[in-house]
């Protein structure tokens, strides 16, 4: 079925028709077509159609399916430079785009860390010799990650940072995190916080609670986030600053959000599909795939990130792409590396929530296409003439079967094998040019 797509010339300009295109930054939600010429969209509309195009258009009939902006995922590592035996940028790319990711952030906590020009510059030449969706790269703020001096964030800036965070570390110095605000704020740069008091959390690997005392497992109490999230508001309002929330997990998380979004301060928030998933129940018999950074929580955290998503307060979802190898992952819990991969896996765990009737579909697609890229300021993550044409086209209700062996990921540690889900990726556009196609799909090419 897949063979119309060989005729597609490189450079070829487009025709997606009879679409149902989805653009949450306009509201739009209409039946029609999208033209495509070399990497920007050039026309949208209802009176795109077959007859109306002259033979230079690759004309692809979308046969009623869905078309939205691709996917912008705001945390993954990449594990290139320094851990390339669980993940690569190539394999990454690979992922990415199967699963409709057309723009990624790279976390700075690879070997060498991102706190020098010279690494940003590699990484970034490296995707654009290797992978097809965008990428781009997170600054650290401390250099090595360690939390004490400052990094050269303004040089990291003009070369291409596009916000700055130390990853998998909270900046725990308060002191270090005044001047990191006040220092982006002079520059309007986006400081984003892993937020976890690294004392209350110190060697703890599950939520502390009834199941962390049954388990005999070191725990992690809920409140050793918000404490974090708190200190860092009273600085934030200090500074005037830009600050960014990574993966919340708790309920007390959101309110603390909530309440700092009325008061006028500019803070934003994310989560990552585990968090409204899962609770801390799915740990079963040691289950280490299920560790994650910050743990999986209770019921009752998961319902408020849930009901987070739903009144607007957690803006976007991340993968929290973490490959880790099976070396890292088959020891016993509390030894067992944090993290799952979720890149293939974003974009059907979160349409999870429209399927239950919690949250609109353009609502949805926004908090992974235009609220991500309104966050860093990204020109993409919307369907416009003369935006990007960075695309996914999506069969909305195609019932299917997560299954890690599929997984183009290098490394394959997820909880959610042999999940059912409902929506299936078939095609992804990058620049102009298809670097994912699903063969089975009924999509056609038009003579």
Same mark, same amino acid.
Request: net charge negative; proline share 5%.
């Given at each position: ?44 509309? $209802? ?17 009623? $399916? ?16 320094? $851990? ?190 585990? $968090? ?172």
């Amino acid at each position: 079925m897949d063979n119309f797509l060989n005729t597609l010339k490189d450079g070829q300009p487009i025709a997606l028709l009879n679409a149902r295109i989805l653009d949450p930054e306009s509201g739009m939600d209409t039946q029609g077509g999208i033209l495509i010429k070399d990497d920007l969209i050039i026309d949208i509309g $209802y009176h795109i159609h077959d007859e109306a195009l002259n033979k230079d258009f690759f004309k692809l009939n979308c046969n009623n $399916y869905c078309v939205a902006p691709g996917f912008i995922d705001l945390r993954v590592q990449l594990c290139e430079p320094g $851990y390339t035996h669980k993940e690569t940028i190539a394999t990454a790319g690979k992922a990415a785009a199967a699963g409709g990711i057309t723009s990624l952030v790279c976390l700075p906590n690879t070997n060498p860390v991102i706190d020098d020009v010279s690494v940003l510059e590699f990484i970034t030449k490296r995707a654009q010799q290797t992978t097809s969706p965008k990428v781009y790269c997170y600054g650290a703020i401390t250099k090595g990650l360690l939390g004490k001096d400052l990094s050269e964030m303004g040089l990291l800036a003009e070369s291409g940072a596009i916000a700055f965070t130390d990853g998998l570390m909270a900046v725990d110095d308060p002191t270090v995190m005044r001047r990191a605000l006040s220092y982006s704020s002079a520059f309007d740069l986006l400081i984003v916080q892993h937020p976890e008091d690294y004392r209350l959390a110190f060697s703890g690997c599950v939520n502390e609670g009834e199941l962390a005392t049954r388990l005999g497992l070191p725990a992690i109490p809920s409140c050793a986030e918000v404490m974090q999230i708190e200190r860092d508001l009273q600085l934030v309002t200090l500074t005037n600053s830009r600050y960014h929330v990574a993966h919340i997990s708790t309920a007390a998380a959101v309110e603390a959000i909530k309440k700092a979004k009325e008061q006028g301060l500019r803070v934003t928030c994310d989560t990552a599909p585990p $968090y409204f998933s899962l609770n801390e129940y799915e740990i079963g018999d040691y289950r280490t795939f299920t560790k994650l950074s910050p743990p999986l929580r209770q019921e009752k955290d998961r319902k408020a990130i849930v009901q987070g998503l739903i009144d607007g307060i957690i803006d976007c979802i991340a993968s929290d792409h973490t490959p880790q190898d099976q070396e890292s992952k088959r020891l016993p819990f509390n030894q067992a590396a944090f993290g799952i991969v979720g890149l293939e896996t974003l974009f059907t765990l979160s349409l999870e929530l429209y399927h239950k009737g919690e949250i609109p579909l353009l609502n949805l697609l926004a908090k992974i296409t235009s609220n991500p890229a309104n966050l860093l300021k990204l020109p993409q993550g919307r369907i416009a003439k003369n935006a990007p044409a960075d695309l996914v086209l999506f069969d909305l209700e195609k019932p299917n079967k997560i299954s890690v062996d599929k997984f183009l990921s290098k490394s394959k540690n997820s909880p959610f094998d042999g999940r059912l889900v409902q929506g299936h990726i078939l095609y992804t556009f990058a620049n102009g040019r298809l670097i994912y196609n699903w063969e089975k799909s009924d999509v056609g090419f038009i003579s």
